[in-house]
């Protein structure tokens, strides 16, 4: 499956943004979908992960209750949709997907997210 993020920007602390990764192929219905964002001179870090069927949520204790990941399969898009955003959510977020939440195998290009103070 292809990804393709998009969605980042700069907003304000207290803000709101919701990224989105359009997927191509057929495997989207088969695939475990999650984001991740590495911030500057740090490594990359997972964030959320949404189960094949939509009901298995797993989240990044940082982001809980703050992030809400989603999917729609008529549009074959995970969403990320990031409220109340501090200055420590500043990275560039990459959605990926898998057959598993420790199995990742493809990767969209990444989308930058910058909160401001």
């Known amino acids: 499956v292809q990804l393709q993020a998009s969605g980042g920007g700069l907003v304000q602390a207290g803000g709101s943004l919701r990224l989105s990764c359009a997927a191509s192929?057929?495997?989207?219905?088969?695939?475990?979908m999650g984001w991740f964002r590495q911030a500057p001179g740090k490594e990359r870090e997972f964030v959320a992960a949404?189960?094949?069927?939509?009901?298995?949520?797993y989240y990044f204790d940082s982001v809980k209750g703050r992030f809400t990941i989603s999917r729609d399969y008529a549009k074959n898009t995970v969403y990320l949709q990031m409220n109340t955003l501090k200055p420590e959510d500043t990275a560039v977020y990459y959605c990926a997907a898998g057959p598993s939440t420790t199995i990742w195998k493809s990767w969209g290009q990444g989308t930058l997210v910058t909160v401001s103070s």
């Open positions: 192929g057929r495997s989207f219905g088969a695939s475990v």
């Open positions: 949404i189960g094949m069927s939509g009901t298995s949520l």
